[in-house]
């Protein structure tokens, strides 16, 4: 008899685990950006003196504070997930998984969770000075928070500081620094936060203008516009050299994600970007001759440069990958799906052998 395997228990966690994941993301940025954007405001009044930007900092914190709610309950409920949904991933990984999660906790969170309260209600309680600290500590640890977050999440794009020992069966880490300042987690923490920038930045632009329609508090709308504008235009400019480490690293580090990314199915040398194109939904397979775009114009070269620094480089595309044979830019022939497969086979065959010997006490 051949048991069947039900599925739907997946589904039904990736649907959960998503659902959730999608709502913290939509807060969580957007808590980085507005959490800098009144940490500016409340610098000024410092500076000043100007009651007007006491009162225009309490606006944006009260906003805030909503979305910090949401976005602590909502992560809460993801760091549970990851030990009922996501169980088996937790043990098998939870020595190198769960010490950033740790870490983020015990001290990014408990920072920002300390001096939030004082940010909050202690603007008649302490001194200018230390709510003003205690305001940029406040962002300081939530920024902190996604460093950690974004660690652990690096560390499952890319593998590192870690050996699979067999006689636990289990991924144990050895180099904790290499997990922690993996070039894909450094990457994609910046590019991060200042996406989180520009989203609290539109965020405050966005509701300053609607006051700004309907004639309510002119120069509360006109000074909050001031500072998201520019703070945006700086993330702006900054997340253009963040965007493209990301991206490198993809290409480096994860062939696969770049060829879907960019719907490359044939790559090749001097490889174009696509600037502007229309997917073809009749694209079922990458067997199946169809042209992926209906249209699409590219501009020649840029995507073998923004991958290999090189605009002559070669970048697989992910029929080339699927299939290998193909000779790398470090001078070695791509292996195909079909040969990894078989090495993973003999891997998994070896563990078998090596547990059996154990077991029988055969240390030949």
């Known amino acids: 008899m051949i048991a069947s395997i039900d599925t739907s228990l997946i589904d039904w966690s990736r649907a959960q685990f998503a659902l959730t994941a999608m709502y913290h993301w ?58 009922t949904n996501w169980s088996n991933y937790s043990w098998f990984v939870g020595d ?61 794009q890319y593998p590192a500081g870690m050996h699979f020992n067999p006689d636990t069966v289990r991924n144990e880490m ?25 989203t609290g930045a539109v965020f405050v632009i966005g509701i300053s203008s609607w ?26 400019i900054l997340i253009v050299w963040t965007g493209d480490g990301s991206a490198y690293q993809v290409a480096q580090k994860q062939p696969m994600k770049l060829a879907a990314m960019e719907g490359l199915y044939e790559g090749g040398n001097g490889t174009g970007l696509v600037a502007i194109g229309l997917l073809n939904p009749d694209k079922t397979s990458y067997t199946d001759n169809v042209n992926p775009f209906i249209f699409n114009i590219k501009i020649p070269k ?10 002559d480089a070669y970048v697989p ?29 003999t891997a998994i065959q070896a563990l078998a052998d090596y547990r059996k010997a154990v077991k029988n006490k055969d240390e030949v």
Request: proline fraction near 1%; glycine fraction near 10%.
């Open 302 to 311: 840029l995507l073998s440069f923004l991958a290999e620094r090189n605009v």
């Open 96 to 156: 190198i998984f769960g010490a950033p999660l740790a870490i983020e906790g015990i001290l990014a969170f408990f920072m920002e969770a300390t001096f939030i309260a004082v940010m909050f209600f202690g603007w008649d309680k302490v001194s200018k000075r230390f709510h003003l600290a205690s305001t940029w500590l406040t962002i300081i640890g939530a920024t902190l928070s996604a460093l950690w977050i974004l660690i652990a999440n690096a560390w499952m």
């Open 26 to 83: 939509l807060f969580v940025p957007l808590t980085l950006g507005l959490g800098v954007i009144q940490a500016i405001m409340e610098t000024i009044y410092y500076k000043t003196g100007n009651e007007f930007w006491k009162k225009t900092a309490q606006f944006w914190m009260k906003l805030f504070g909503i979305n910090f709610a949401i976005g602590v309950a909502t992560g809460l409920i993801l760091e549970f997930e990851f030990g």
């Open 174 to 198: 050895f180099d904790f620094w290499a997990v922690a300042l993996s070039p894909v987690a450094i990457n994609k923490f910046f590019h991060t936060v200042l996406s989180g920038w520009i």
């Open 211 to 236: 006051y700004l329609l309907k004639k309510r508090d002119t120069k509360f709308s006109l000074e909050s516009i001031k500072v998201g504008a520019i703070f945006g235009l700086v993330a702006s």
């Open 317 to 345: 595309g992910i029929v080339n990958l699927i299939e290998g044979g193909y000779t790398t830019n470090q001078g070695t022939v791509a292996l195909s799906a079909v040969e990894k497969i078989e090495k993973g086979k």
